[in-house]
Each structure stands twice: as structure tokens, then as C-alpha cells.
């Protein structure tokens, strides 16, 4: 669990007894603090609303959606709009097709996010059935909504760069060697990843 202050602090304590790089990051810059989304389908919609756009932007689509679909916004009603409805609210044709992707998962109960598979890969690759919805978005679901410790989003930049550095590497990893590198963080790798985060963002205050 990453969802709660003393969670993070015993899976941060463990990560940094097992190596000396994250022990640093704590003295240099504190513990980090938790990281929470809902679980739930509002949190997966917001997630595509917010694709390749601002902040500022995201926040006046979502609450357009709102306005038009209820709110939080109703998966029939999202199904049944039309895309010059959505486009109304700011939705890409796209985007448009993503969010029916997942209302029709939802709906049909094909996919149920109350009860997503214990298996961490299981979980991701069903929720990446979910079009525009890729690996790097399921793990962040998985590790912000439902607090699953040893997700690890190995694709993040922010990781990768942060990681290689603390790691000492002369360049960043790819993703297949930071997996690689990240085994010896079992079962913690997203402390490690939140760890990486909040030196990353530390560093460039």
C-alpha cells in the first residue's frame, strides 16, 4: 500500500535498509507522502480526458462533461452521445473513441473494477483492453487507486531518469533494464517509484 502516510514510511524504511541510494534520497529530502486517486471509472476518465493537454485544460473539459453528462459524468449517457456531443465538451473524436472503450467494458461487465484480478499483470493487461489506456496508465491506476506496493511504472521518464541517476548509471536505462534493475525491489517497487519521484522533483525546485 501506497495510499496511506504509514504505509509508505515501512516500504520506503524497507527500500532504503536494502540500498544506500534510497537511504540518500530520504536524508537529503524527507519521507514522501502518500499518493491517492479514487478507485473507480471516474478516475480512468479523468485519466483520458487529461491525455497530451494542460492541466487548466483538462479541469474545463472535465467540467463540461459534467454539465452535459452529470456529475460525476454517467457512463450511458457518455455511451449514447454523439461525437459533435462530446466535441461540444472539448472531447477529441479520439478521445471520444477511448471513452466509449471504457463505458462498454464497464456496462457489459466485462470489466470490473471493483474486483480486478489480485495478479498485478493480470490486472494491467485487462485494464489496458481499455483503448487509450496503455501500460504506464494502468500502473499508475493500480498504484494510486488501489495502493498495489510492488506496481512499478518502469516506462516513466520522470523513473527512468531519476532512478539511472541514483543508481549511478551513465545513462538512463531503458525500461527492460530498469525491470531488470528494480527485482532487487521486490516487493516494493512502487515506493521505489514514488522514491524516484519525489527526488526528481526535489531536485529540479
Known amino acids: 500500500m501506497v495510499r496511506t502516510s504509514g504505509s509508505i514510511t515501512a516500504q520506503v524504511e524497507a527500500l532504503a535498509g536494502r540500498e544506500p541510494a534510497f537511504a540518500a534520497v530520504v536524508e537529503r529530502h524527507g519521507m514522501p507522502g502518500p499518493r491517492n486517486s479514487t478507485p473507480g471509472v471516474q478516475t480512468?476518465?479523468?485519466?483520458?480526458?487529461?491525455?497530451?493537454?494542460?492541466?487548466?485544460?483538462a479541469r474545463s473539459m472535465w467540467a463540461k462533461l459534467e454539465g452535459a453528462f452529470g456529475s460525476p459524468p454517467e457512463l450511458p449517457l457518455l455511451l449514447a452521445a454523439s461525437d459533435e456531443d462530446l466535441r461540444a465538451a472539448g472531447i477529441s473524436r479520439q478521445k471520444a473513441g477511448?471513452?466509449?472503450?471504457?463505458?462498454?467494458?464497464?456496462?457489459?461487465?466485462?470489466?470490473?473494477?471493483?474486483?480486478?484480478?489480485?495478479?498485478?499483470?493480470?490486472?494491467?493487461?485487462l485494464l489496458t483492453r481499455i483503448k487509450g489506456i496503455g501500460r504506464w496508465s494502468a500502473e499508475i491506476y493500480l498504484l494510486f487507486a488501489e495502493g498495489r506496493a510492488d506496481v512499478f511504472p518502469a516506462g516513466d521518464l520522470a523513473v527512468m531518469v531519476e532512478l539511472g541517476r541514483l543508481m549511478g548509471l551513465a545513462?538512463?536505462?531503458?525500461?527492460?533494464?530498469?525491470?531488470?534493475?528494480?527485482?532487487?525491489?521486490?516487493?516494493?517497487?512502487?515506493?521505489a517509484a514514488i522514491l524516484a519521484w519525489h527526488s526528481y522533483n526535489s531536485s529540479v525546485l
Open 44 to 57: 480512468l476518465l479523468r485519466t483520458i480526458v487529461g491525455q497530451q493537454v494542460s492541466v487548466a485544460a
Open 98 to 125: 477511448y471513452i466509449r472503450s471504457l463505458a462498454e467494458l464497464v456496462i457489459s461487465g466485462e470489466l470490473d473494477l471493483d474486483k480486478l484480478p489480485e495478479d498485478d499483470e493480470e490486472a494491467i493487461a
Open 171 to 191: 545513462d538512463k536505462p531503458s525500461e527492460k533494464k530498469l525491470r531488470e534493475m528494480a527485482e532487487a525491489w521486490r516487493p516494493y517497487r512502487g515506493a
